[in-house]
Structure formats: structure tokens, C-alpha cells
């Protein structure tokens, strides 16, 4: 097999010239170091790459070039290698560019010229974008492919869970030739999709998140019947708590029911998370913890969904689903929160086709030159509505309230002000869909006047409030009415302990009612809807996780 590239592009010979010998110093051995002095010869280079099918792991690009610039000879090579890891060669003067580049190009990094010494300013940053590609390695004759309809639900759910759970993909379309094709050599009609046909080979009609999961390389089934502790939940608290927890030696498992990272991970851009000045995608930073956890030692079992707790003496048992069950010292529940569904006539019948709820980030470019429709005033709904503005005519930003500025930071009221192609619509509520198999109208009313309009769209994308998914729960440990968990202080009641609480201490600070049972993120009544906050809870409940298994 040819060796993965690494290509350079810089319009300036010396430059050119020392990046590439200190590239070849390093990874000359591994990789193929090619060098072009333009953008547009490099986007020759890289075609006759992809013609002989060869892998590109890494696009190092100046941002000062003539014709066409570094960010770019970026946006334009990502048609060609989309999982490429992308770096911009900037001066001091350059690095607002920089910035700017993230959200344009995705940008991986930035290095700012000279990088000598490599061995620190150069080769930490390589070694580590290099990691990321060979965990996602890019898609070639052996990736999986999806062949669906555009406005299928179940097709949607298939792309949405490989990819959230970062598993690359091919979607073909059931009405294209090549789809045509795979469909009768399957033995399937266009009523059939989705079908998926694994990197293996394997074809699957409509399967489910768990047949999916075990086909693609997820893990479902525990390697043991005991733990030290599980992790139910992979968002940021629930990665938190398996890095922490692993790390430290405990035997941990994490359960997910869909895909890590949680909301947090379906947000194209997170700039107010501690150690990324620049802003990291959700599925960055999800990639990295759950590749953090595994290195760890941790276990992630997805699309495995559990239904019940139970006490049994000093351990904990936790039952699947499908029946089988997993037995722990103690438990994190870490299950975050699930989007409110939007109430509004004939809008669950479009739900993936046309109503999406998150951003489902893989449909952008399907939105291209089109009207966007985001509702909700918080963070997340402000990150997917700068994401969209890229790809959209226009992005309508529907909100309840008279502003953003009671629900969402203030660094993203400001960048959603400067962005031409966004429109805040205050006081606005969706009211009903219309369509023919797929969203094509909704109804607007304006809550202050009544007054109802009706406007032509395809997409519709909801974050409204959060509901925790415990009603599984019911009955076993405290919840508020809400249904969010109720830890520590919260369960004591005029410096009473709960009723039935065995231990003669009170409970630790993220404990339940459930001694040995701690909750953290978004699933804690009263906690702080930050990924920063759920990922210190995460690590805090496995220091309380060890005072329990000292002396429960």
C-alpha cells in the first residue's frame, strides 16, 4: 500500500523547502512529503492523488500566496480529502486570518513561521493531527456505504448515528445510478433503503442502532460481568468520569445509548471551553476523550440502552435492554439531556425529513443557497446558526423571547451580529409543517400580536430546553419534578436524610439517593449547563466514587 501524503503548499522556495526537509526528517520513513508551490498546483497534486487512490493525511498551507490563498487552497481541497487534517502557515500579522479560518475550513491548527525548533513548534502538532488521522482513517474501497432516499427518516438515522459515532461514510443516493445498482445486486427495492453495505461487504436492510453498531466496529457486549464502576451516559460528563476513573486504575465501563458526546458533540464549534482559545468542534473534543478513555483502559459499549437499576447488596445491577445485564460497585449516571420535542401541527410526521432536532451538521451542505430555520436562544442553537451561515442563502433564527441576550453568551450574540446572512426573528414560535413527504412550509406566529405567517422552507432545526431521559429511574432514586436527579444537599429535607437511606453519613455532594450512585452534567438537578462544568462533575463524582468504595 502507497504511503499516506503529507503535502505542502507555499509560494515562497525557502520556506517551501525547509518545511519539507523537516518534514522528511521526521516522517520520511511513513509518509510521502509532496510540496507544491501554488494553490493551483497543488490542487493538480492532489487530484492525481485521489485518481491513484492514495491516502492524504495532512494539507500544510501559507496562508499569504497569490492567486489563491491558504484558506482558500483549504476549502477547496476538502472536496477532494474532507478527513485531511488542515494546517495554516501564518505570520504574526496573519493570525486573525487564522482564527477566522477555523470556522471557514474547520482548521486543525495554525503554526506561525519560523517553527524552529520543530522539535517543539512543529513536530507536537504534526504527531498529534497524524494520530487523529490514523483513528479516522480516509474513506476508500473498503468504506461503509449508505444507499437511502434524501427525505427518509430511517435513512437520516443511519447517517446520524455513524456520523456521530465518527464512523466514516458514503451516501448514495437510492434514485442514482450506482444506488440503482446496489439495490438490485442486494436483491432490494427504493422502498427498501437504507441500505448499508459494510467496508466488509455485508449488506444490511433498515438495521437497527445495535446491528449497525456491531458492524461497523463499535463495541456492544462487556468484556466482564463486573465493574468498578459504570458510566452510564458519554457525553462530556461521562467521558469526564471514564477518563478520570480509568486513569485511576478503577475497572470502568461507559454505556451509550447513541453516539458519544452527547449534545456537545453535535455543536460545530465550542469557543468558551477552557484550553482551546481558538474553539473546538464538538466531535474534536469527543474524539479526543473517547480516545482518551480508551487509552486509558476504559470499555465503551454503544447503542446499548439501560433500563433499570438495581440494588444487590453492596453492588449494583444494571439492566440492558435486550435482557442482559452488568453488575458494578458503583454507578455514574451521566445521561445528560434529550432536546423537548416542538409541538406544532404535522411536525413529528417531517422529524428527519426536514425536522431535525440538533444540528445534524453531515445535511449543511444539502442546505446550500437555501432558507435555514433554527428555533431556540441558547448556545447551541447560536453555534448551529453560525455554522449554517456558511452554507445557507439565510439562516432565520427564530427565538421567544425578545433578544438573545438572557440565554446565550456574549461572544456569540456578537459574531451572530456581524454575520450579514443571519436574521433574528424575536417573539417568533412555529405553530405547524406542510409538505409533501418532506417539510416544504412552516407556519409562524408572532406570540405578542398573534399574527401568523406562512414561509417556504425544507429545513428546520430545533434545540429547545431539555428533558432528562430518567424514567427509567423511576422509583429508584430522587428526582425533582422535572425528572433531573436530585444529589447531596438537595436530598436532605429540613437536615433529614431520605427515607430508606441505610448509611449513617449524609450523602456525598453528587451521590443519590442510591448510596454508590452519583450523578454528573446536565442529568444533576440545578447543575451548570456548561461542557466545563460536566466534565469537572464527571471527575469530581469518581473522587467521591473512591471515598465510597473506601468506606461505603
Known amino acids: 500500500m502507497a504511503k499516506p501524503t503529507i ?53 500544510i498551507a501559507d496562508y499569504r500566496m497569490p492567486t489563491m490563498n491558504g484558506v482558500q487552497f483549504l476549502e477547496a481541497a476538502m472536496d477532494l480529502f474532507p478527513l485531511a487534517r488542515r494546517v495554516l502557515l501564518t505570520a504574526y500579522a496573519d493570525t ?54 434524501r427525505w427518509s427518516a430511517p435513512s437520516f438515522a443511519v447517517r446520524e448515528f455513524l456520523a456521530r459515532n465518527l464512523v466514516p461514510y458514503r451516501w448514495i ?49 462487556p468484556a466482564s460481568d463486573f465493574y468498578d464502576v459504570v458510566v452510564i451516559g458519554a457525553g462530556p460528563a461521562g467521558l469526564g468520569a471514564a477518563v478520570y476513573a480509568a486513569s485511576e486504575g478503577l475497572r470502568t465501563v461507559l454505556v451509550e445509548r447513541s453516539a458519544t458526546g452527547g449534545q456537545a458533540g453535535q455543536s460545530s464549534r465550542i469557543e468558551n471551553y477552557l484550553g482551546f482559545p481558538d474553539g473546538v468542534s464538538g466531535a474534536q473534543l469527543t474524539d479526543r476523550a473517547r480516545r482518551q478513555a480508551t487509552r486509558f483502559g476504559a470499555e465503551i459499549l454503544s447503542a446499548r440502552e439501560v433500563v433499570a437499576l438495581e440494588a444487590a ?47 445534524a451538521s453531515f445535511e449543511a451542505a444539502n442546505c446550500s443557497g437555501q432558507d435555514v430555520y433554527i428555533v431556540g436562544g441558547a448556545n447551541s442553537a447560536g453555534q448551529a446558526a453560525v455554522y449554517f451561515s456558511r452554507y445557507a442563502r439565510r439562516v432565520h433564527l427564530l427565538v421567544r ?41 412552516l407556519t409562524l406566529r408572532d406570540n405578542r400580536t398573534g399574527d401568523v405567517v406562512t414561509t417556504e422552507t425544507s429545513w428546520l432545526f430545533i434545540f ?3 428533558e432528562p431521559p430518567t424514567d427509567w429511574l423511576d422509583g429508584v432514586v430522587a428526582r425533582d419534578g422535572r425528572g433531573f436527579v436530585l444529589t447531596g444537599p438537595d436530598l436532605l429535607t429540613e437536615g433529614e436524610r431520605p427515607a430508606h437511606w441505610p448509611l ?18 446536565d442529568v444533576r438537578a440545578d447543575s451548570v449547563k456548561r461542557v466545563a462544568s460536566a466534565v469537572g462533575e464527571g471527575a469530581m463524582a469518581v473522587s467521591l466514587v473512591h471515598r465510597y468504595l473506601e468506606a461505603p
Open 7 to 59: 503535502l505542502t503548499v507555499d509560494d515562497d522556495p525557502g520556506v517551501s523547502r525547509a518545511i519539507a526537509r523537516d518534514l522528511r526528517r521526521r516522517y520520511g520513513d511513513r509518509y510521502r512529503v509532496l510540496r507544491a508551490p501554488s494553490g493551483e498546483e497543488a490542487m493538480e497534486a492532489l487530484r492525481e492523488v485521489k485518481l491513484r487512490g492514495e491516502p492524504l493525511a495532512v494539507m
Open 96 to 149: 486573525g486570518a487564522a482564527i477566522d479560518a477555523i470556522n471557514i475550513v474547520d482548521l486543525d491548527h495554525y503554526l506561525l513561521k519560523p517553527w524552529s525548533p520543530p522539535e517543539e513548534n512543529l513536530y507536537p502538532v504534526l504527531d498529534s493531527l497524524l494520530e487523529l488521522w490514523t483513528n479516522a482513517p480516509e474513506r476508500g474501497a473498503g468504506e461503509t456505504r449508505i444507499v437511502g432516499h
Open 173 to 221: 443516493a437510492a434514485d442514482e445510478p450506482e444506488g440503482r445498482r446496489l439495490l438490485d445486486a442486494a436483491g432490494l427495492s427504493a422502498d427498501d433503503v437504507p441500505l448499508v453495505i459494510t467496508s466488509e461487504g455485508k449488506t444490511l436492510q433498515s438495521p437497527t442502532e445495535a446491528e449497525l453498531a456491531a458492524q461497523v466496529g463499535l463495541s456492544t457486549t
Open 313 to 359: 447488596g453492596a453492588g449494583r445491577v444494571l439492566r440492558f435492554s435486550d435482557g442482559t445485564s452488568i453488575g458494578a460497585h458503583t454507578v455514574v449516571l451521566a445521561t445528560g439531556v434529550s432536546y423537548r420535542r416542538l409541538e406544532g401541527e404535522g411536525l413529528n410526521e417531517f422529524t428527519g425529513a426536514g425536522v431535525f432536532y440538533g444540528s
Open 401 to 441: 423571547g425578545a433578544d438573545l441576550i438572557r440565554s446565550m453568551s456574549y461572544y456569540l450574540v456578537q459574531q451572530i451580529s456581524a454575520i450579514d446572512n443571519i436574521e433574528v426573528h424575536p417573539h417568533t414560535e412555529v405553530t405547524g409543517g406542510e409538505g409533501d413527504r418532506h417539510l416544504q412550509r
Open 464 to 466: 429547545i430546553g431539555a
Open 504 to 521: 449513617s453519613r449524609d450523602p456525598y455532594h453528587l451521590e443519590t439517593s442510591v448510596p454508590g450512585v452519583f450523578a454528573a452534567g
